[in-house]
């Protein structure tokens, strides 16, 4: 059973990520929400709400994407490579808000 419902959750992630990476990045943050509340383990949720935020990014909610970042680094223990994630999230963040680095 639990193997069964972790397929489904792979596969309801997998499809929100190509609907994100497509042409409906609102449709994918919806499917992420409801996904999120049947994740217990943090690794997990974190990478879920990093997936949330980049695609609320292409949707043009930034500042609703900026929270969520925030959120996942409350969610996720500090290591260097969820801080390099967040950095570069943050970062895709400062483009899409015209925030070019270096110019």
């Keep these: 059973m639990h193997e069964e419902l972790e397929k489904r ?8 990520v ?6 409906d990045p ?3 943050v919806e499917l ?14 974190g ?16 500042t609703e994407a900026r929270a969520r970042l925030r959120e996942v680094a409350n969610v996720w223990e500090r290591t260097p490579e969820h801080e390099a994630r967040m950095a570069v999230m943050d970062a895709l963040f400062d483009e899409a808000d015209g925030k070019h680095l270096g110019r």
């Design 9 to 16: 959750m792979l596969a309801r992630f997998e499809e929100a």
């Design 18 to 23: 190509v609907l994100g990476y497509g042409s």
């Design 26 to 28: 609102h449709r994918a």
């Design 32 to 45: 992420l929400e409801v996904l999120l509340h049947e994740v217990q383990e943090n690794e997990d949720r």
């Design 47 to 62: 990478l879920i709400m990093l997936y949330e935020a980049f695609f609320l990014s292409r949707d043009e909610r930034t």
